[in-house]
């Protein structure tokens, strides 16, 4: 409501750069197979009695709309026909935008914006969309992630997208499966052995296994059982955040001999490999995380002498910086870091005042692919863009290893676009036309934080 209150008020600011698009489902029912179509009339009513018109109707439906259900909705909904458009099912999601364009959206938002935009050449993106049909009558590789899957689905939705974008990029049928941390802990063998060994034959079945972030202490030694059995089994690994952390702490634990390693987060009295971060204060929560896009310097060799898996992914030849999005509190104990590097785990990437551990991997000389990230890089995954450590470990995972510095060229010509984007003047730029004049220092403000490889905000309207 308040979303809907203030996204009024904006129209008072700058209507003419809004476009209210009403999203609602048209239920197909009976035995006559009717498209209903009051839903969607009752809820532009209630829109429109909160004082929001839209611009635009885009029905989710299982068919095409009929020509009949549309003039319904354009006669009660006071919306031209034209700008009554269906997402019906489509056999996967990159269907959708060709759906779209097939509908003219991009020209009734140009004749709204008033711009002069050539109409977009979707050549690839049909490519992408039409090699997603053709995948999934390939042979599978599995990939299991292990999390608390139960309701939390949608937080773990752009590590799944991640994978999806890698391996779409590879042209690989890859199969994610969930794997309960909990299940594969030893209290779970005593209460549920079936779940036990579900869990477990299930993590043996991986071709590559993930370690997402996560919050709370449930399943912590499920990680960790995941990270060891990875490592010692040379199966490709990748660690976000916490599976960067979880790989820290099973080391000092099963390699430096650290019995009761462990991070302050879950168990006060351990021996603090992963500590709260100095300068957040422990007891105010929210709004105390390292958040937000920061360098990390990534070492082109390791101590070892041995090109580092970090450098091959983003395909970087030198020492240099990568800006990656980060979301947490806590860190590795800088009171750790020589030990565990003595031992053979080697951080390859470091915040710009060599304070903080980014990356973790085991040099290639010991195992394929072990690599954990502080920050998350699935949130700068997209279609045809894959992130690079995401598409490194699936890349390894899938059996094509010499393809691991693919999704890096990529990310290198993207960081170059977007930094002559930055030096031209902002005004100038195509993404900052799309906004209107009068709202420049938003736009300044949007452009900077799209380059930041943030997503647009969604609003939901229901
Ligand atoms: C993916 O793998 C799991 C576990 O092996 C299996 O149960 C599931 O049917 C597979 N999914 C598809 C779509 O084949």
């Not at 999934?136 to 991640?162: A, R």
């Not at 909990?182 to 296994?209: F, H, R």
């Not at 750790?336 to 973790?360: C, H, K, P, T």
Request: proline residues 6%.
């Amino acid at each position: 409501m308040l979303f809907i209150e203030a996204l009024r008020q904006f129209q008072f600011i700058t209507k003419e750069s809004m476009a209210f698009i009403h999203v609602s489902l048209v239920p197909i029912l009976g035995a006559d197979a009717e498209q209903k179509t009051k839903p969607t009339q009752h809820s532009i009513k209630e829109l429109r009695s909160l004082g929001i018109s839209p611009d635009m109707i885009i029905c989710r439906s299982k068919e095409p709309l009929h020509d009949t259900t549309v003039q319904k909705l354009s006669i009660f909904c006071q919306v031209e026909a034209s700008h009554i458009l269906t997402i019906h099912d489509v056999s996967n999601i990159y269907h959708v935008p060709l759906l779209l364009a097939r509908q003219n959206m991009h020209v009734l938002l140009q004749q709204k914006f008033n711009l002069a935009s050539p109409a977009p050449d979707l050549t690839s993106w049909q490519e992408l969309a039409l090699t997603v049909d053709r995948l999934e009558s390939q042979p599978q590789h599995t990939i299991v992630i292990v999390g608390k899957y139960t309701g939390l689905q949608d937080s773990y939705l752009s590590v799944l997208k991640s994978v999806k974008h890698s391996a779409i990029l590879l042209q690989a049928n890859v199969n994610i499966t969930w794997v309960e941390a909990s299940d594969l802990q030893k209290d779970t063998e005593a209460e549920n052995p079936t779940a036990y060994s579900k869990a477990w034959e299930l993590l043996k079945s991986a071709a590559g296994i993930l370690v997402p972030g996560g919050f709370g202490n449930r399943g912590i030694e499920g990680k960790i059982a995941a990270a060891r059995y990875a490592r010692e089994n040379k199966v490709p690994y990748l660690g976000l955040c916490l599976g960067m952390q979880v790989m820290v702490i099973e080391y000092a634990r099963h390699v430096l001999n650290v019995k009761n390693a462990n991070s302050v987060e879950f168990d006060d009295g351990c021996e603090a490999v992963v500590v709260f971060m100095p300068e957040i204060n422990p007891l105010v929560m929210g709004g105390t995380m390292r958040l937000g896009a920061r360098p990390t310097t990534i070492s082109a060799t390791l101590p070892t002498s041995e090109r580092s898996i970090a450098s091959r992914i983003y395909n970087l030849d030198q020492n240099s910086d990568v800006l990656e999005r980060h979301r947490h509190r806590y860190e590795v104990n800088p009171e750790y870091i020589e030990r565990v590097q003595n031992a053979g785990l080697f951080f390859s990437g470091v915040d710009d005042r060599n304070e903080r551990m980014e990356i973790a991997e085991l040099p290639q000389s010991q195992h394929p692919y072990y690599l954990g990230s502080q920050y998350h890089p699935e949130l700068k995954s997209r279609p045809g863009r894959p992130s690079p450590p995401v598409f490194g470990f699936v890349a390894t995972a899938i059996g094509q290893p010499e393809k691991i510095s693919e999704a890096g060229v990529l990310w290198q010509a993207h960081e170059a676009k977007l930094k002559a984007a930055r030096n031209t003047s902002p005004a100038k730029t195509t993404r900052n036309s799309l906004l209107s004049p009068a709202t420049s220092a938003l736009g300044k403000r949007r452009a900077r934080s799209m380059s930041n490889g943030m997503d647009s905000v969604k609003l939901q309207l229901e």
